[in-house]
């Protein structure tokens, strides 16, 4: 039964909240330490990959939540690195938190019978587009003396998404897990 306004979450989607914002917030203290630019302020972030989880199978409301849990790793991070966070957080709650919205909403739309790959190729780009949207007016707007960097933000941010894109698509064309997920959700 999918999730709508008012609707509260049962103590397994909790749980499965719970994990999902671990698992993302996980795999960015392990991918982050691969820095790309030296100086440490544009590094991998492969946190996402709960958010698309949460939202794909779970729907809008658990992408949100998975989102804004993931968003807190990277904005305390990115934050002390350029030191402002109380800037960088916010910003990367409520990127984060928009993509798994996104997400969520189109896989309702685009998926009435379940994750399809070669519609997950999609979703994961064009949910990523309002974040990406925010990233430039941040660092354009808000830190403007870190503009610098942004082209390279941009770049990494993008072959991060493809990357992700095609994890997605061969999680979602995986009987095994796709069955695994739908029966976690019913």
């Not at 993302?24 to 990959?49: E, I, K, M, T, W």
């Not at 925010?134 to 941009?154: D, G, N, R």
């Amino acid at each position: 039964m999918p999730l709508v306004v008012g609707q509260r979450l049962e103590a397994k989607k909790v749980a499965f909240v719970a994990l999902m914002g671990a698992l993302g917030n996980s795999l960015f203290v392990l991918s982050q330490s691969l820095q790309l630019v030296p100086g440490g302020q544009v590094a991998l972030d492969l946190s996402h990959v709960a958010t698309f989880v949460s939202a794909l199978y779970g729907g809008p409301l658990l992408g949100l939540i998975v989102g804004a849990l993931i968003g807190l790793g990277p904005g305390l991070y990115f934050g002390s690195v350029a030191g402002a966070i109380g800037l960088f957080l916010p910003m990367m709650v409520l990127g984060k938190s928009i993509t798994g919205l996104t997400a969520g909403l189109l896989s309702k739309a685009l998926m009435k019978e379940g994750p399809v790959s070669r519609r997950t190729l999609l979703i994961v780009p064009l949910s990523f587009l309002p974040e990406c949207l925010v990233i430039v007016v941040f660092f354009t707007v808000i830190v403007p003396w870190l503009s610098s960097i942004l082209l390279a933000v941009l770049v990494k941010a993008w072959v991060e998404i493809a990357f992700m894109a095609l994890l997605m698509g061969a999680l979602a064309g995986n009987k095994g897990f796709s069955d695994f997920m739908k029966r976690f959700f019913v």
